[in-house]
């Protein structure tokens, strides 16, 4: 048999460094190396790399200090602003140099002459449009159709939603915080579309109200509101609106309060709401009187069978009444893998109810979470059907619950009798 030439071989992991020209195999990982003499090449094809060290937007010759020991055609993705860039001269640190070939984000369109407090004049509709907070990054506005000063900064939401076609388009929200002090009108669909909790509104009045025919969505948002009386979110009766991984936290006053009806409910779609992994938040303080707030939605028509149903998928939505009366939703009402926690947090809410509210409910694979409670726990109900899922008590006093329980598990409280395939812990 022929003599066989192998290169050296072992664990990546235990890979030593080369000599210059010198061949490794890895045996758990199937990579071919060659040492350099200060560090080992990976000559398996080009390999991407990933940060926002190099931002520069052109340009044969930029680096960075902390660069990884790399080879030609290597490329790097700088992942704020999707600039790409490939190497072209092997090394590490400085001494490896890369050339900007191009973003995965397109070339960004002609804009107007600057226009006061940063906007960019006036422009024809367009399909997105950019607003960057008062206390967003300079790099920020610079890309910013609209810059926010910080006060009343509905207006220039308001000067975005006119700029966005009747066909409707998207808002994109610079990271940091804009302050609402009144509702803005939105009359087409629109995407409001943010950069997680780091864009934060902070609402004193109500957010915003309606007519278009559907397709609302507000993403990747923070929305504090702290002193809502009236409504957050005023629909026409026709909206479909959803919310998506939105940090949602209210704090409710007066009598009829956070509606769109000027009679219930809080964050409302009132033909058709979806809630998609997004946190809900509502103290409520209600005033005597009145039916109370409800946390999520009161869907238009609820007292239809045939009504489209108010959907919450993912996150949680935690309710805690001081005073009066607070439901999660009215009927038609399907929850999946939530977790939802109430709360009867003072002596205050001896005369209120707090519940899922209606007919039609299903929770399915849901966590239903009851805290310390006063007053009356026969003003404590679930109704609607519930499904595998978790009900559990920290209350003195054993709940009475109302609906039917198919294979769920629970603690510290009362199913009604004909529960199936029910177990306690």
């Known amino acids: 048999m022929a003599n066989r030439i192998q290169l050296r071989r072992g664990l990546k992991s235990k890979l030593p460094t080369g000599s210059e020209g010198e061949p490794f195999y890895t045996i758990d990982t199937h990579e071919l190396f060659i040492g350099t003499g200060s560090g080992n090449v990976n000559m398996n094809g080009s390999k991407w790399y990933t940060g926002t060290a190099m931002s520069a937007s052109s340009g044969s010759n930029n680096s960075y200090a902390g660069c990884p020991l790399v080879k030609v055609g290597d490329m790097y993705l700088n992942t704020s602003y999707g600039y790409v860039y490939e190497c072209t001269t092997a090394g590490s640190g400085t001494t490896a140099k890369w050339t900007y070939r191009g973003s995965i984000r397109g070339a960004q369109g002609a804009t107007g002459n600057t226009g006061a407090k940063g906007d960019k004049g006036e422009r024809g509709a367009v399909g997105t449009v950019v607003i960057a907070a008062s206390n967003s990054t300079a790099k920020s506005k610079a890309a910013a159709d609209y810059v926010c000063d910080g006060t009343a900064d509905q207006s220039k939401i308001t000067s975005a939603l006119a700029a966005i076609p009747s066909g409707g388009g998207k808002i994109v929200f610079a990271e940091g915080t804009y302050n609402i002090s009144s509702a803005f009108a939105i009359s087409k669909p629109v995407i409001f579309e943010g950069m997680g909790d780091g864009t934060q509104f902070n609402v004193s009045d109500a957010l915003a109200t309606c007519s278009a025919t559907g397709n609302i969505v507000f993403r990747d948002m923070k929305i504090t509101a702290n002193t809502i009386s009236k409504y957050l979110y005023k629909g026409s009766g026709n909206d479909d609106v959803r919310i998506d991984n939105v940090t949602l936290t209210m704090t409710a006053t007066g009598v ?40 999520v939605a009161e869907n238009a028509d609820y007292q239809s069978t045939n009504a489209t149903p108010v959907r919450v998928i993912g996150g949680y939505i935690a309710l805690t009444v001081k005073k009066g009366n607070a439901h999660i939703s009215r009927d038609n009402l399907i929850c999946d893998a939530l977790n939802i926690e109430l709360t009867n947090s003072s002596a205050d809410s001896v005369s209120g109810t707090i519940d899922l509210h209606g007919r039609n409910n299903m929770l399915n694979c849901c966590k239903l979470h009851y805290h310390d409670f006063h007053g009356d726990w026969n003003k404590v109900n679930v109704l609607g059907t519930v499904i595998n899922s978790v009900i559990y008590s920290e209350a003195t006093q054993v709940a009475t619950l109302t609906g039917n329980f198919i294979g769920c598990q629970y603690h510290n409280v009362k199913l009604p009798s004909d529960a199936v395939l029910c177990t306690s812990f």
């Open 256 to 295: 009829h309060n956070l509606t769109t009806t000027d009679t219930y409910a809080a964050f409302l779609g009132q033909h058709s709401f979806a809630s998609h992994n997004s946190n809900i938040s509502l103290t409520t303080n209600c005033q005597n009187g009145g039916s109370g707030c409800f946390a």
